[in-house]
């Protein structure tokens, strides 16, 4: 069974560029959750679907967004890049999102580099 | 604020020897409580998941302990192996607001040496 695919693993961008970061769940997975790793903040909650809504929110600037398909597959889209936006961003899918009582797995990344 | 704090923020140990992660939070109420392992440029992957109403959980040589009463929690890993050479990060899923929207600690980074 594959696990969760991102795409791409790497990236470069400058100041003020926008980046599309996509994310494959595990088939039949239908909640997938975006979250944001840099060493300073650690992890931090981005969002989170669940059959094309969005379910949750974290505390992040509308330059920050997101959207599921019906096949499941998640993208997230940071516009208007800054320097602090340089960081791992992981994704996370599970079969439902019933108040975070299911296991969540997660891929591998995307590191994000903001020059 | 960050409402989950974990202790040591790092720790080095010889392979063999056993050892204990804690964290402590303020998240409440609460859904569960999870221990993940985090290798370098990977992913995190689950350890355990213990909701309130559980004391311990074990996957292997990792054993969660839960305290409600006190907010803590402990992971213990037994005959530490090489492998076991990673970032163990405590998150804790808010009974309110549901969904994914976990709360991370800072993780311990755990290096064992031969």
Redesign the interface.
């Known amino acids: 069974k594959a696990g969760v695919t991102q795409t791409p693993r790497y990236l470069i961008k400058t100041r003020g560029q926008q980046v599309t970061l996509s994310c494959s769940p595990i088939s039949g997975h239908r909640s997938v959750s975006w979250y944001q790793q840099t060493p300073g903040q650690g992890l931090q909650f981005l969002f989170e679907y669940f059959s094309e809504t969005q379910r949750n929110k974290g505390n992040f600037p509308g330059r920050f967004s997101g959207r599921q398909f019906s096949n499941s597959r998640s993208e997230m889209n940071v516009s208007t890049l800054e320097l602090g936006d340089s960081a791992l961003y992981l994704c996370a899918s599970s079969l439902f999102a019933s108040q975070g009582q299911d296991e969540l797995f997660f891929g591998e990344g995307s590191r994000l580099t903001v020059l | 604020k960050?409402q989950v704090e974990q202790s040591p923020q790092s720790l080095i140990i010889l392979e063999g020897k056993n050892c204990t992660l804690q964290c402590n939070y303020t998240v409440s109420p609460f859904?569960?409580l999870r221990w993940y392992k985090q290798d370098t440029?990977?992913?995190?992957?689950?350890l355990t998941?213990m909701?309130f109403s559980e004391n311990t959980k074990s996957n292997g040589r990792y054993t969660a302990t839960l305290d409600a009463d006190t907010k803590q929690s402990s992971l213990h890993i037994t005959a530490s192996q090489l492998s076991d050479s990673a970032s163990y990060?405590c998150?804790v899923?808010?009974?309110t607001?549901?969904?994914?929207?976990?709360?991370?600690?800072?993780?311990t980074q755990l290096k064992v040496e031969l």
């Open positions: 960050n859904s569960n440029g990977r992913g995190p992957v689950s998941i909701t990060i998150v899923s808010p009974l607001g549901g969904g994914n929207k976990l709360t991370f600690g800072t993780g």
